[in-house]
T-cell receptor
Framework: NAGVTQTPKFQVLKTGQSMTLQCAQD?????MYWYRQDPGMGLRLIYY???????DKGEVPNGYNVSRLNKREFSLRLESAAPSQTSVYFC?????????????FGDGTRLSIL | SQQGEEDPQALSIQEGENATMNCSYK?????LQWYRQNSGRGLVHLIL?????REKHSGRLRVTLDTSKKSSSLLITASRAADTASYFC???????????FGRGTSLIVHP
C-alpha cells in the first residue's frame, strides 16, 4: 500500500499564478485533511473533509479552495498564489471510527511563491 | 490555536542516552497523540494515549499522561542516531476528532 500520496513534491510559482495540489489515499479512509507547516508554527489545518461530499474550513482557509473528488482524492487549490503561501503542505487521512484513530500523512509538497 | 505545546523546543543528546520531551495542553482532551517527523518527510504516528490512560509503551518509547496537570511526556530510551527528528504532540478535545498540533521538539542524537 502506498498510503497517502501527494503530488507534486516541489513547486515554484510566481505571485498570482494558480495551481492544484493533489492528494490520494489508498486506505479506504473516510476523512482527509490539508495542513500547512511553517517554521516555528507547527501544523495548521487549512481544510478538511469528514466524508466524501463534505468539506469544512480549518484554522487558516483564506486563499485556498478544496475539492473532495471521490473517497480517495482530496485536492487543494491556490487560485492566486501569494508569497505568504510559501510553505510545506501536508495531506492526511483518518480511518473508520475516527475518534481515537491516528492520522496518516503524505510526504508533503514544498511550495515556493516568488 | 494549539492544543499542545512541546518543551524543550530543541534537545541534543549522545547516542545511548534517554530523551524526554514534554507536552502541555490547555483544555481537556479525548486523547493525545505523539508523532515523529524526519527531515523532509511527513509525520509518522508513534503512540496515542486516551484520556483515561496514564502510561503506554511501544518498544523504546514510553508515553505518560497526567490529566490533572494537563501534560504528557514522551521518553525515548537508549536513543540512536536514527531517532534524530522532530517530535510533535497533538490533542483532540470536545466533539472533535481532529488533532491540534504543537510546534514540536527538535531532537538531535549524536553518534
Amino acid at each position: 500500500n502506498a498510503g497517502v500520496t501527494q503530488t507534486p513534491k516541489f513547486q515554484v510559482l510566481k505571485t498570482g499564478q494558480s495551481m492544484t495540489l493533489q492528494c490520494a489515499q489508498d486506505m479506504n479512509h473516510n476523512s482527509m485533511y490539508w495542513y500547512r507547516q511553517d517554521p516555528g508554527m507547527g501544523l495548521r489545518l487549512i481544510y478538511y473533509s469528514a466524508s466524501e461530499g463534505t468539506t469544512d474550513k480549518g484554522e487558516v482557509p483564506n486563499g485556498y479552495n478544496v475539492s473532495r473528488l471521490n473517497k480517495r482524492e482530496f485536492s487543494l487549490r491556490l487560485e492566486s498564489a501569494a508569497p505568504s503561501q510559501t510553505s510545506v503542505y501536508f495531506c492526511a487521512s483518518i480511518g473508520m471510527g475516527q475518534r481515537n484513530q491516528p492520522q496518516h500523512f503524505g510526504d508533503g509538497t514544498r511550495l515556493s511563491i516568488l | 490555536s494549539q492544543q499542545g505545546e512541546e518543551d524543550p523546543q530543541a534537545l541534543s543528546i549522545q547516542e545511548g542516552e534517554n530523551a524526554t520531551m514534554n507536552c502541555s495542553y490547555k483544555t481537556s482532551i479525548n486523547n493525545l497523540q505523539w508523532y515523529r517527523q524526519n527531515s523532509g518527510r511527513g509525520l509518522v504516528h508513534l503512540i496515542l494515549i486516551r484520556s483515561n490512560e496514564r502510561e503506554k509503551h511501544s518498544g523504546r518509547l514510553r508515553v505518560t499522561l497526567d490529566t490533572s496537570k494537563k501534560s504528557s511526556s514522551l521518553l525515548i530510551t537508549a536513543s540512536r542516531a536514527a531517532d534524530t527528528a522532530s517530535y510533535f504532540c497533538a490533542g483532540t478535545s470536545g466533539g472533535s476528532y481532529i488533532p491540534t498540533f504543537g510546534r514540536g521538539t527538535s531532537l538531535i542524537v549524536h553518534p
